[in-house]
Nanobody, 123 residues
Framework: QVQLVESGGGLVQAGGSLRLSCAASGRTYVRYAMGWFRQAPEKEREFVTTISGSGGWTYYADSVKGRFTISRDNAKNTVFLQMNSLKPEDTGVYYC????????????????WGQGTQVTVSS
């Protein structure tokens, strides 16, 4: 069982940066691949990025590649999402999620989810 708590969301102007954090409970955290997803109003939840349990492998959606960076600190059971050059279309609720299946882009493969944190990018 893993419990996830996101933080770091907020309001930022286009071109700005935010750093999201996701703190996880559980002694076997390193076994879990982690992912970030987002959901804009009236849109489906979409994949943003994922990282392997060791942190050695990452994958990004094309829409965020080169602007967002996922990382993790297994000693602190925390995964981060550094978001730079933010655009209004990045606005949404950002969720972190955990899976034992390895890095996945399909949100259905993630068993554990945080409550989400709102990111709003103004133009």
């Amino acid at each position: 069982q893993v419990q996830l708590v996101e933080s770091g969301g907020g309001l930022v102007q286009a071109g700005g940066s935010l750093r999201l954090s996701c703190a996880a409970s559980g002694r076997t955290y390193v076994r879990y691949a982690m992912g970030w997803f987002r959901q804009a109003p009236e849109k489906e939840r979409e994949f943003v990025t994922t990282i392997s349990g060791s942190g050695g492998w990452t994958y990004y959606a094309d829409s965020v590649k080169g602007r967002f960076t996922i990382s993790r600190d297994n000693a602190k059971n925390t995964v981060f999402l550094q978001m730079n050059s933010l655009k209004p279309e990045d606005t949404g609720v950002y969720y972190c999620a955990a899976t034992l299946l390895g890095p996945e882009v399909d949100y259905g493969k993630y068993a554990y989810w945080g409550q989400g944190t709102q990111v709003t990018v103004s133009s």
